[in-house]
Structures are given as structure tokens and as C-alpha cells.
């Protein structure tokens, strides 16, 4: 969709989440040239009470033909171009709930809105020069954001923190496009290029760009965390180590082997890291129905996990059945766990781990163990609140390594004793990949990508 469309039209949405019974205000939310104009067809304002930007304004929400009262609301007044999109925007905050705000939303389309597509809004403000595209999709991960962490990193992205590195990067490679054009244009009128300086500038970026890409695997986990599923034979102590890490009884716990029948879901965070874990029924032969059902979830589990937690019997030690499973899960990345440690006094002998997590998950002992293994193996030991400036995501990961690539094309060349013009060729496509990055650069293929992503009211 072209800017200027965007402009011209008013949209629409509820900006809040609707959930039967429990939300205590909804917020409708109106964009565009026409917004103000919708409001006051439809919000009667008792009093002297002036229409003013940036003002709360108390009255009734009312159907524009008959008149009948829809809600008791406030609105809220946000004229061009002190607001979020930098058109007029104008919220109605109305009684939460799912009929009333749908009601108001209806009204407004009908009084000549469009319904908002996801991420509309944010897309406006990015087009309206008020965020870069950096901010954009900060506020998106501050939205889903599953941590403190997570949040953390995504604010910093929203208040620039990203954005303005990558800007001066690209100014120091326009500075050094502008040295080079300048010798192909003037070269008899210019003291000769020093190409070692030119080199060392651009050895600089380079460095520079390695330390952003690096923050690209912390910032993957923050946003989409892991899957971590529990896996191992009946009654070795699964559920129990779920509930001793979730500090719950999300599992039922018994001496029965075979108790749990379907995969049980807890969400943790471990040091900043949202963590889904999987809870799988104990993988066996067996003839129950339901049971065998179970088990084969719990094989479904194995697959989509980014890493599996295999328990172990410390008084039984390694069994046929533990080869059997072990067999299924040696492809994915696994941690040992020897449970039950507090019965032996001599750990058993396993063939292929020396160095297993030992737990009590019944006296909740060996979980701290069992995080500081988890975010080894996840290679996220530095993911830290304090330790985050900001993280880059996938999209804009890719937009750096390109201009790295290219950097170091220009460089390579430099090296071979190329032409001028062969230096500003790679360094035109390195100054092009990190505008795409903040949006200086981008193509409308990218942008509906990006916002598509967006939830509708945002």
C-alpha cells in the first residue's frame, strides 16, 4: 500500500486485548485526517468540556442515528503531530469485555474508518518519520516480550540504542565513498588517496559490525526462548524435577510408573531466558491406549525441542530401556540428569556422559546445577540484563553479515591494486544493506513482511 494512501485514509481498531469477563478497559483506537471528525459523531461530551489536544475528555458513546447510549467513556485527544503516528489519533476508552468495544469498533467503521491491518499504526509512524525501522520492530518484541530481559533489550531498541550505531556505521562508509568518488571526479585536482587509511576505516566498521552480529544469537533467544523437553523412562523422576523447577505441582507426582499420560506445559524463565518445558510421559512399550497415546506425543515433543533433559535413576543406573530412549534422543542436544542421587552413595557409571546434572528433584536439590547447564548448552552464559546494550534480530543479522561481505569484498580489492571504481561498487551495496537495517533503504515487500507480524491495534 502506497504512503500517500496511508495517509489519506482514517483507520481503526481496538488497541487492547479482548478477553471475555476479564478485561477492565478496551481501548478503540482511530488514525488519519478524519479521526476527530468520527470521534465527534460519536462521543457527546457533557458541559463546557474543550476538544483540545492531549486532554481526557468524559461522556457517553453514543449510535449517530438513533442515539442510543452504547457506553459510559473517556476519550483521549492526540492532534498532529504530537501523537503516535503523527496523524491525529484519538483513543475512546470504554468498559472492557467483548461486546462493547467491538460495538464502538463497528460504529467507527461505519462512521467512515477502515479496519486497521496489523502493525497499521507503527507503519504509519515509521512512514510519518517518527521511528526508524529499528524502533518499529523493538516495539513489536516489547509487545511479546516473555522476560524482563526480553523487555529490557527490546526498550532499548525502541529509545534508539540500535539504531544509532548502524547510523554512524553508514555515515563513516558514506565518508568513505565520498573520499573515493572524489578522486575519480577530481583526481588531478586531489593529494593521492591514502588506501592505508582508507583500509584501517574500514577494518574499524568491520570490527564494529562483528560486535553487533555477535548480540544476534542472544537476541533469538530472548525473543523466541527455548523448548526444552523432559524426557526418560517411567517413574525415574520426570515430574517431579517439572515441579521442583517450577516451584508448582504442575505434574501429578505417584510411586506408579506410567502417571503421566500427556506432555505437561510450564513456562520459566532461567536467567532472563523464557523457557518452555515439556513434561513427556515416560517412553515405554505398552498396551494401554491411553498410555501409548502419551508416549507418542512425547516422541513428537523430542522433535520439536531445541534441547532435551534426559533423566536418569541414580539407584537403578543405566538400563536397556535408557539405551533404547538415549538411541531416540542422541541426535538433538542433551543434558544428563541423574535423579534420586540422594540414595546412592557412589554414582553409577554411564556410558555416555561423564559429567551428568545430579538432582533430588523430591527435596528440590540440583536445579541451580541444572540452569547453569541449560545456558551452557544454549551458549547463552552472557545473556544478562546488564550485559545487553541491544540485540539485532534475524532480519537485521542478515542486513549486516551483507554488508560485511561487501566491506570486505571493498577491501580484498583495495589489496589487489584495483581501480577507484571497483572500491565503490561493494561499498554502495554495504552502504545500501545497513539502510535496510534502520529503513533509510527498504523495499515495500520488506515492510509488509516486517508489519504483517504486528498484532491488529498496534
Known amino acids: 500500500m502506497s504512503e500517500a494512501v496511508l495517509r489519506r485514509e482514517t483507520i481503526a481498531a481496538i488497541a487492547t486485548a479482548v478477553v471475555p469477563q476479564q478485561g477492565s478497559v478496551g481501548i478503540v483506537r482511530l488514525s488519519g485526517d478524519g479521526a476527530i471528525a468520527i470521534a465527534q459523531r460519536l ?38 503531530p504530537r501523537s503516535y503516528t503523527r496523524e491525529d489519533v484519538v483513543e475512546l476508552h470504554c468498559h472492557g469485555g ?46 511479546g516480550a516473555q522476560s524482563q530481559a526480553a523487555s529490557q533489550a527490546a526498550l532499548a531498541g525502541v529509545q534508539g540504542k540500535l ?68 524426557v526418560g523412562r517411567p517413574n525415574v523422576g520426570k515430574s517431579s524435577l517439572l515441579n521442583a ?45 491411553i498410555e501409548k497415546i502419551g508416549v507418542e506425543r512425547s516422541r513428537q515433543a523430542l522433535q520439536e525441542a531445541d534441547l532435551v533433559l534426559f533423566v536418569l535413576d541414580a539407584l537403578s543406573g543405566w538400563t536397556a530401556e535408557d539405551e533404547a530412549i538415549y538411541g531416540r534422543v542422541c541426535d538433538r542436544p542433551v543434558i544428563t540428569i541423574l535423579n534420586k542421587c540422594d540414595l546412592v552413595t557412589q554414582l553409577p557409571q554411564l556410558p555416555y556422559c561423564t559429567a551428568p546434572v545430579c538432582t533430588v528433584a523430591a527435596q528440590q536439590e540440583g536445579i541451580e546445577g541444572l540452569e547453569a547447564a541449560i545456558l551452557e548448552k544454549a551458549n547463552a552464559k552472557d545473556v544478562e540484563i546488564s550485559n545487553l546494550e541491544f540485540c539485532i534480530n534475524q532480519r537485521q543479522a542478515a542486513a549486516l553479515t551483507r554488508a560485511k561481505l561487501a566491506l570486505q569484498q571493498v577491501r580484498n580489492t583495495i589489496e589487489e591494486g584495483l581501480p577507484f571504481d571497483f572500491w565503490t561498487i561493494d561499498l554502495r551495496d554495504g552502504i545500501r544493506a545497513l539502510g535496510e537495517i534502520t529503513g533509510e533503504e527498504i523495499t515495500e515487500s520488506v515492510l509488509d513482511r516486517i508489519f504483517s507480524r504486528f498484532c491488529i491495534g498496534k
Open 43 to 80: 462521543f457527546h461530551a457533557p458541559g463546557q468540556q474543550v476538544w483540545e489536544t492531549h486532554r481526557i475528555l468524559y461522556g457517553t458513546i453514543r449510535h449517530p442515528q438513533t442515539l442510543a447510549l452504547v457506553d459510559e467513556a473517556l476519550l483521549l485527544l492526540m492532534v498532529a
Open 98 to 143: 467483548m461486546m462493547v468495544v467491538q460495538e464502538v469498533l463497528q460504529l467507527c467503521l461505519q462512521a467512515g474508518a477502515r479496519l486497521a491491518t496489523p502493525g497499521e499504526f507503527t507503519l504509519r509512524a515509521f512512514l510519518n518519520g517518527r521511528i526508524d525501522l529499528t524502533q518499529a520492530e523493538s516495539i513489536a518484541d516489547l509487545v
Open 163 to 230: 539504531a544509532e550505531p548502524i547510523r554512524q556505521l553508514r555515515g563513516r562508509c558514506l565518508d568513505i565513498l565520498a573520499e573515493i568518488e572524489a578522486r575519480v571526479d577530481f583526481e588531478e585536482d586531489l593529494p593521492p588517496l591514502d588506501e592505508m587509511a582508507v583500509a584501517g576505516d574500514l577494518a574499524a566498521v568491520l570490527l564494529e559490525m562483528e560486535r553487533i552480529e555477535a548480540t544476534a544469537s542472544q537476541g533469538e533467544l530472548l525473543r523466541t526462548g527455548l523448548k526444552v523437553a523432559i
Open 245 to 289: 523447577w517450577s516451584r508448582s505441582d504442575r505434574a501429578i507426582v505417584t510411586d506408579l510408573p506410567g502417571t503421566t499420560r500427556d506432555v505437561v506445559e510450564s513456562q520459566l524463565v532461567v536467567r532472563g531466558i523464557p523457557v518452555q518445558v515439556l513434561d513427556t510421559a515416560g517412553i515405554r512399550e505398552t498396551s494401554d491406549r
